[in-house]
């Protein structure tokens, strides 16, 4: 909870003043009391007094009086939201080598059901778009909160050669800023790229002006890959555009990571996680990177992700929830002075 500190001091100081100020009402009345000869004899005449009843009013209406001076410092306390406008890119690594059974069945399939699991426990409100990489990068899926386009653009993956890792950021950045004019071709070799011409109907980008990493909340990359670049964009050039424009690249590596050799239709290769550079793009966009040996610690990466993406900390002032409860309590005060006392204090 922070507070604006020139209300709190006053309302820090005048709060012990007003206690004192009752005390001294109190020793007062002591002071010019009337002296009896016998105080059994006026009791009998009055009846039973109010006791320690007569002290609850007063000390309702200094809490009172606390709460309406603390809100005038007007407190802020930050609050665990729901996220709105949330646009969530999946770019998922499609090249040969996903056809690895280390993860059982084997890598292709748990990203697959992983990667469904995770769109079906999404709130609805949530757009999730779907990208495909391997020796080049395409979007299969344009962000919807259609789920059953998502899950249906996910079954369509064809294994393809390469493993162009920079090229599934850069197209994942080109499809959460359509209008930004990003062109992967003018980023890397040619070998896979696909580049995206700007339209001629349309107006030239703005100029770009930089932001802080992960300072932009409505979106989100989630990047999951087993393997090396091979070719295309540098993915470390690629995360470079993503924390300039404040994007969170969250990185999740799939497989072994002491590499594995594989086979097919005559040809082998030997593939090997690259820890190193998912780190560090992740890293660079102020994000996490994540490890899954197994398809269940693929999805319990998933589960950690839609909580922390679709939940977002905003600062909510709530003066008037204390202003409310203060006038309660000085009601309540007024109320059982009147009825114990005969008075309002």
């Given at each position: 909870?922070?507070?604006?500190w020139?209300?709190?001091?006053?309302?820090?100081?005048?709060?012990?003043?007003?206690?004192?100020?009752?005390?001294?009402?109190?020793?007062?009345?002591?002071?010019?009391?009337?002296?009896?000869?016998?105080?059994?004899?006026?009791?009998?005449a009055?009846?039973?007094?109010?006791?320690?009843?007569?002290?609850?009013p007063p000390?309702?209406?200094?809490?009172?009086?606390?709460?309406?001076?603390?809100?005038?410092?007007?407190?802020?306390?930050?609050?665990?939201?729901?996220?709105?406008?949330?646009?969530?890119?999946?770019?998922?690594?499609?090249?040969?080598?996903?056809?690895?059974?280390?993860?059982?069945?084997?890598?292709?399939v748990?990203?697959?059901?992983?990667?469904?699991?995770?769109?079906?426990?999404?709130?609805?409100?949530?757009?999730?778009?779907?990208?495909?990489?391997?020796?080049?990068?395409?979007?299969?899926?344009?962000?919807?909160?259609?789920?059953?386009?998502?899950?249906?653009?996910?079954d369509?993956?064809?294994?393809?050669?390469?493993?162009?890792?920079?090229?599934?950021?850069?197209?994942?950045?080109?499809?959460?800023?359509?209008?930004?004019?990003?062109?992967?071709?003018a980023?890397?070799?040619?070998?896979?790229?696909?580049?995206?011409?700007?339209?001629?109907?349309?107006?030239?980008?703005?100029?770009?002006?930089?932001?802080?990493?992960?300072?932009?909340?409505?979106?989100?990359?989630?990047?999951?890959?087993?393997?090396?670049?091979?070719?295309?964009?540098?993915p470390?050039?690629a995360?470079?555009?993503?924390?300039?424009?404040?994007?969170?690249?969250?990185?999740?590596?799939?497989?072994?990571?002491?590499?594995?050799?594989?086979?097919?239709?005559?040809?082998?290769?030997?593939v090997?996680?690259?820890e190193?550079?998912?780190?560090?793009?992740?890293?660079?966009?102020?994000?996490?990177?994540?490890?899954?040996?197994?398809?269940?610690?693929?999805?319990?990466?998933?589960?950690?992700?839609?909580?922390?993406?679709?939940?977002?900390?905003?600062?909510?002032?709530?003066?008037?929830?204390?202003?409310?409860?203060?006038?309660?309590?000085?009601?309540?005060?007024?109320?059982?002075?009147?009825?114990?006392?005969?008075?309002?204090?």
């Open positions: 909870m922070t507070l604006l020139p209300d709190w001091l006053w309302s820090l100081l005048l709060l012990p003043l007003l206690v004192l100020l009752y005390l001294r009402l109190l020793a007062r009345r002591k002071k010019h009391s009337v002296r009896l000869a016998s105080v059994a004899i006026v009791r009998q009055l009846g039973p007094g109010p006791g320690w009843r007569r002290h609850v000390l309702l209406l200094l809490a009172a009086l606390a709460l309406l001076l603390f809100a005038t410092a007007r407190p802020v306390v930050k609050l665990k939201l729901p996220a709105r406008d949330q646009t969530i890119i999946l770019a998922m690594d499609v090249s040969g080598s996903m056809r690895a059974t280390d993860v059982k069945p084997n890598r292709m748990a990203a697959q059901e992983a990667a469904k699991s995770f769109i079906a426990d999404l709130p609805r409100h949530v757009r999730v778009g779907i990208v495909a990489f391997a020796g080049s990068a395409q979007v299969t899926q344009l962000p919807t909160v259609n789920r059953d386009d998502l899950t249906a653009a996910i369509s993956f064809q294994l393809q050669r390469g493993t162009a890792t920079g090229n599934g950021i850069m197209m994942s950045l080109a499809t959460l800023f359509p209008d930004a004019g990003i062109d992967i071709a980023l890397g070799p040619r070998d896979g790229a696909r580049p995206l011409r700007a339209d001629p109907a349309k107006p030239p980008p703005k100029e770009f002006t930089p932001v802080e990493p992960g300072s932009y909340n409505s979106a989100a990359i989630i990047m999951l890959t087993d393997g090396q670049r091979t070719t295309g964009v540098d470390l050039e995360a470079k555009m993503a924390a300039e424009r404040g994007v969170r690249v969250y990185t999740v590596g799939i497989g072994t990571v002491d590499g594995e050799t594989i086979g097919f239709e005559g040809w082998s290769m030997r090997r996680l690259d190193e550079t998912l780190k560090s793009v992740a890293q660079r966009t102020q994000a996490e990177y994540f490890y899954a040996g197994t398809a269940a610690d693929l999805k319990k990466v998933y589960e950690t992700l839609s909580t922390r993406l679709t939940v977002e900390k905003k600062e909510t002032e709530v003066s008037g929830l204390f202003a409310l409860v203060g006038a309660v309590l000085a009601l309540l005060s007024a109320t059982l002075s009147l009825w114990w006392l005969g008075r309002i204090l």
